[in-house]
């Protein structure tokens, strides 16, 4: 089958599917004119990823029927991998594909520097790192096994300019302790060194890390050109304690927010924050589960 024909297979279904019996569903469903206007858009990424992956027959399977993807291979050179448990398709398509990081107005450009926070098993930290030329990535993810991925993922792909780092960011310099969700995506601090966050689920075990304040990450560097942050609730910890001093040398930032609370820890109360801090909020969504996403530029950027 050529490449086209089965790109026009592949994009007769939605994004993203969860088994076989969904493919009967969807190809029985009526069209109609919205389905087909996402038809070009579809192609354009089987398109592109036909182009970025040697291995992109399994991808686009995956996008057919549902079938995880645990290694990415690039015709770049670099490889992806993830444990058995991550899909692989679904952080790749977020990633690469859809640039939720790196919207209009945030791609990532020569000789830049990026913070990547909750960089998990390292999806946008090696986008980020392939972007363009001479760019430099802090990668901060407290999780052994995630670091471990991150680590190999960096390894094996040679990327020299990716700097891991095995902690989490938080508002104060000190071991604290990680709530171990049952999803690999939610792992999350508690409040303090001693007590468990009201959300925590009761299933959730804890494990000590090292965390580091925003403050010294951002001492021995002379700036941030883009902040991606995304560590289930400790973003306003974060913020609220950086320094104005600090908070001028961050560029742009593109970040999650997932609401603790209607007073200070959520989306439009960090937003408000940030704006009375000199930056304008250029992009806010918020999702059905109150959490979202938000980017922000700097209009009292300093770089040093």
């Keep these: 089958m050529s490449q086209i024909m089965f790109g026009i297979k592949v994009n007769s279904v939605f994004k993203k599917l969860d088994n076989r019996?969904?493919?009967?569903?969807?190809?029985?469903?009526?069209?109609?004119?919205?389905r087909l206007f996402r038809i070009?858009?579809?192609?354009?990424?089987?398109?592109?990823?036909?182009?970025?992956?040697?291995?992109?027959?399994?991808?686009?399977?995956?996008?057919?029927?549902?079938?995880?993807?645990?290694?990415?291979?690039?015709?770049?050179g670099m490889v992806l991998h993830s444990p058995p448990e991550v899909s692989l398709n679904f952080l790749f398509h977020e990633v690469w594909l859809d640039k939720i990081y790196c919207p209009p107005g945030y791609e990532i450009e020569k000789d830049n520097i990026v913070v990547d926070i909750g960089a998990n098993?390292?999806?946008?930290?090696?986008?980020?790192a392939t972007c363009a030329s001479n760019v430099e990535v802090l990668a901060f993810e407290p999780f052994p096994e995630n670091v471990s991925w991150l680590r190999k993922n960096v390894s094996e792909s040679n990327l020299?300019?990716?700097?891991?780092?095995?902690?989490?960011?938080?508002?104060v310099t000190e071991e604290r302790t990680l709530q171990v969700s049952n999803s690999w995506i939610e792992h999350s601090l508690s409040e303090t060194a001693d007590e468990k966050s009201e959300t925590a689920d009761e299933n959730e075990q804890n494990l000590h890390v090292q965390c580091r304040s925003f403050n010294d990450v951002m001492k021995p560097i002379p700036r941030c050109d883009l902040l991606k942050i995304d560590c289930e609730g400790s973003e306003y910890e974060i913020f609220y304690t950086s320094t104005t001093e600090t908070l001028k040398k961050v560029r742009r930032i593109v970040g999650e927010f997932h609401p603790r609370d209607k007073d200070k820890k959520n989306g439009k109360a960090l937003c408000n924050y940030l704006e009375s801090k000199?930056?304008?909020?250029?992009?806010?969504v918020t999702f059905e589960n109150e959490t979202g996403i938000f980017c922000a530029t700097n209009n009292v950027f300093c770089n040093n």
């Design 21 to 34: 019996s969904n493919v009967v569903n969807v190809l029985t469903q009526k069209i109609t004119p919205e």
């Design 40 to 76: 070009p858009e579809r192609l354009y990424q089987d398109w592109r990823i036909a182009n970025l992956l040697k291995n992109w027959r399994e991808v686009l399977y995956s996008k057919l029927t549902g079938k995880s993807v645990n290694t990415i291979k690039f015709r770049s």
């Design 121 to 128: 098993i390292g999806v946008f930290a090696a986008y980020a």
């Design 160 to 171: 020299s300019n990716v700097t891991v780092y095995q902690q989490a960011v938080a508002g």
């Design 278 to 284: 000199g930056f304008d909020i250029t992009h806010f």
